[in-house]
């Protein structure tokens, strides 16, 4: 019942931005802590950057001073700046959120991916 989905991704040169977004929907009591994953080609997923219900943020060191991580609590939604695009930041981007349900159960829940290629 719960769905989160990504948007934004796409092809953007070396030096460029893009700004990601993610939409939870359903029925949601509260949401925790947010983040941004990514998985590139033959490597694993990694965390990106996290947002706590609070505000606080926490990023990789390979985007900090690149990448903003914010919330919109009203809306359920996430978004993430990312400048100064570097070609290693080509990777399939995930939203993750902490979600609790209005009836009380708990789960971690993913979108479903947007792509972003960073080349000339």
């Known amino acids: 019942q719960v769905q989160l989905v990504e948007s934004g991704g796409g092809l953007v040169r070396p030096g460029g931005s893009l700004r990601l977004s993610c939409a939870a929907s359903?029925?949601?009591?509260?949401?925790?802590?947010m983040g941004w994953y990514r998985q590139a080609p033959g490597k694993q997923r990694e965390l990106v950057a996290v947002?706590?219900?609070?505000?606080?943020?926490n990023y990789a060191d390979s985007v900090k001073g690149r990448f903003t991580i914010s919330r919109n609590n009203a809306e359920n939604t996430v978004d993430q700046q990312m400048n100064s695009l570097k070609p290693e930041d080509t990777a399939v981007y995930y939203c993750n959120g902490d979600i609790v349900r209005n009836y009380g159960t708990q789960a971690w829940y993913w979108g479903q991916g947007t792509p972003v290629t960073v080349s000339s």
């Open positions: 947002i706590t219900s609070g505000g606080s943020t």
């Open positions: 359903g029925s949601i009591f509260r949401i925790y802590d």
